[in-house]
């Protein structure tokens, strides 16, 4: 498995303003991903980080909204843009270690968000 | 387009008891992942347990284990003689065997087991 840290654990944010997440893996990775958990509900995936390359959305995701840096193999950012209350969720990254398909994938902590 | 269904939303024992939580999927791969993960209180996600589509043993790991059956699309799980330490939300989740999906993960909606003292 791998260690993977996300900053800030959690936020309070207000309205119309941007925060940004980290997220730091202790060894080199070559895809990372993004998800958000709505109150309640499952996860959804936003987008795959791979580095060198620019990030992958899914369906309902754009990336004026989550703007995504891959500078290198062990770190990953997701900012939350012009934030509205709708944005209040959890936003987990996790990595593939081997990067194949069907790999398995760990999850960092969350980052748990409020907007008001 | 892949699917998981984890019919079950809540599910309420009593310590010591065992618990089943449900698994079906849908996938027009012939070839796929599936994966448990575990949601305690504190958010993280833990993986439990990861199976290919070809391997349909199932799995004992402790008071944990799997039951996969392909002829019905399940990957059920069971707990066995439950502790409150399992509470928790469990989500069944699906991956492709195809590179350009980008190892994209397709989850149930979870299922959260309250065990009780």
């Known amino acids: 498995s791998a260690v993977i840290s996300q900053k800030p654990s959690r936020d309070i944010c207000q309205r119309g303003t941007s925060l940004t997440i980290q997220c730091q893996v202790d060894s080199q990775v070559t895809m990372m991903f993004w998800y958000r958990q709505q109150p309640g509900q499952s996860l959804t995936l936003i987008a795959t980080?791979?580095?060198?390359?620019?990030?992958?959305?899914e369906s309902g995701f754009v990336i004026d909204k989550f703007p995504i840096s891959r500078p290198n193999l062990t770190f990953s950012t997701l900012t939350v843009s012009n934030m509205s209350p709708e944005d209040s969720s959890i936003y987990l990254c996790?990595?593939?270690?081997?990067?194949?398909?069907?790999?398995?994938?760990?999850f960092g902590p969350g980052t748990r968000l409020t907007v008001l | 387009a892949q699917k998981v269904t984890q019919a079950q939303t809540e599910i309420s024992v009593v310590e010591k008891e065992d618990v089943t939580l449900d698994c079906v999927y849908e996938?027009?791969?012939?070839?796929?992942?599936l994966f448990w993960y575990k949601q305690p209180p504190s958010g993280e996600l833990v993986f439990l347990i990861r199976?290919?589509?070809?391997?349909?043993q199932n799995e004992i790991s402790g008071r944990y284990s799997w039951n996969f059956q392909k002829s019905t699309s399940s990957f059920n799980f069971t707990i066995t003689a439950s502790q409150v330490v399992d509470s928790a939300v469990y989500f069944c989740a699906l991956g492709g065997m195809i590179k350009a999906a980008g190892n994209k993960l397709t989850f149930g909606g979870g299922t959260r087991v309250l065990v009780k003292p």
């Open positions: 980080a791979n580095q060198g390359s620019e990030a992958t959305y």
């Open positions: 996790s990595v593939a270690l081997a990067g194949g398909p069907g790999d398995t994938q760990y």
């Open positions: 996938t027009r791969d012939t070839t796929y992942y």
């Open positions: 199976r290919n589509s070809f391997d349909e």
